[in-house]
Structures are given as C-alpha cells and as structure tokens.
T-cell receptor, first 114, second 111 residues
Framework: DGGITQSPKYLFRKEGQNVTLSCEQN?????MYWYRQDPGQGLRLIYY???????QKGDIAEGYSVSREKKESFPLTVTSAQKNPTAFYLC?????????????FGSGTRLTVV | KNEVEQSPQNLTAQEGEFITINCSYS?????LHWLQQHPGGGIVSLFM???GKKKHGRLIATINIQEKHSSLHITASHPRDSAVYIC?????????????FGTGTQLKVEL
C-alpha cells in the first residue's frame, strides 16, 4: 500500500547535537512538507518542496534544514541552532501544485532533546 | 486572531450521541480539510471539501463558502471515535498547497 513512512517514531538527543528525521513516500507525490506540532497549537509549516532539488522555507524554518535529492525522500535536520527542538514532527505529501488532492500525512516523529 | 478557529476545544459525549465540531476561517480558501489525530500522533485525512457536503460512514462534513464555516458531524458516536479532530484550510499561493491548521477539538466518547 502507498503511504508515508517516518522514522524513528521516538528520538532522543542531547542538546547541541544535530539530528535528522526521515520521511519517505511511495505515492509518487511531487510535493512534500514538514510540520511541527506543539501542545495547544496548530501544526506549523517548517519547510516544503514542490519538486526534486527545490525547497522553500515555511513559517518556522529557523534552525532547520532539508534536502530533496529524490522524489521519494525529504529528510529534515534539526540543528543545534533550533532553540526549542522538542516537539512532534509530521511529514506530509500531496499531488502537484495547483490542487489539494491526495494530501497524506505520516505517523510522526516525537523528538525529545535533553 | 488565528485564520482558523475551531469549537469546542474539548468535547465529551456519551456513546450514541450526535456530535458536531465547528470550524470558521477568515480568508479565501481552495479547500478545507478535516483530519483525525489519534493518541499515537499519526494524522488521517477524513475529508477535503471545496463546497457542499460529503459523507463517509457515520461522518458528515459540510461547508458554507459564503459564511466561511464548516462543520464535522459524527452520528451514533462510539468510543473508538475518541481522537483530536483538526480543521485545516488550503490556500493556493505561489508556493503551492500549504495548509493552515486549527488547534483541534479533543473528543472523548464514553460508554
């Protein structure tokens, strides 16, 4: 079955370390997104990519970096510059620009920085 | 003011009750999504609406574009419906199909 795989489900890191969250999709979607969820707040957009080798900053990109070398993969790196990295991170994908059809979410990664 | 407002924030119902969750938004949209998030955190897309009404099983979603308002109804509620229900609006921009999310409605259905 097609879908989005995020790994790992839970991740613990020491303060000051970079960490990379994986997101893989086999839906043949062109667009991919990273969202962050904090308690009591709606999901907020970190980065998105509409096509391979291209990506744009979202609303809260500071302290994060991404790459899109393959259509299927959109890894997110949480750098030591991110002031408050402990959160729930969700990856999503959708069909091409100009339509909302097929918006699909992964199961998320819960990152805890100690 | 958030672009997407949901009400209520929390809702407790008895099994079998009819449930309504509301979503209001303040900007023009391309579509509105209703999403379900279970305690494990993963999100499932329930509906995408740009007009009218959609039904899937015991779930019904409606949207009034003129009033910028949508409702999600659950008929004959069951404890397995307990989850967070999230409204999100799609806004077409030069940057593609980004969604703006409400803060969610925590639903608990009791036996």
């Amino acid at each position: 079955d097609g879908g989005i795989t995020q790994s790992p489900k839970y991740l613990f890191r020491k303060e000051g370390q970079n960490v990379t969250l994986s997101c893989e999709q086999n839906l043949n979607h062109d667009a991919m997104y990273w969202y962050r969820q904090d308690p009591g707040q709606g999901l907020r957009l970190i980065y998105y990519s509409q096509i391979v080798n291209d990506f744009q900053k979202g609303d809260i990109a500071e302290g994060y970096s991404v790459s899109r070398e393959k259509k299927e993969s959109f890894p997110l790196t949480v750098t030591s510059a991110q002031k408050n990295p402990t959160a729930f991170y969700l990856c999503a994908s959708s069909l091409p620009r100009g339509t909302d059809y097929g918006y699909t979410f992964g199961s998320g990664t819960r990152l805890t920085v100690v | 003011k958030n672009e997407v407002e949901q009400s209520p924030q929390n809702l407790t119902a008895q099994e079998g009750e009819f449930i309504t969750i509301n979503c209001s938004y303040s900007v023009g949209i391309s579509a509105l999504h209703w999403l379900q998030q279970h305690p494990g955190g993963g999100i499932v897309s329930l509906f995408m609406l740009s007009s009218g009404k959609k039904k899937h099983g015991r779930l019904i979603a409606t949207i009034n574009i003129q009033e910028k308002h949508s409702s999600l109804h659950i008929t004959a509620s069951h404890p397995r419906d307990s989850a967070v229900y999230i409204c999100a609006i799609g806004i077409l921009t030069g940057g593609g199909n980004k969604l703006t999310f409400g803060t969610g409605t925590q639903l608990k259905v009791e036996l």
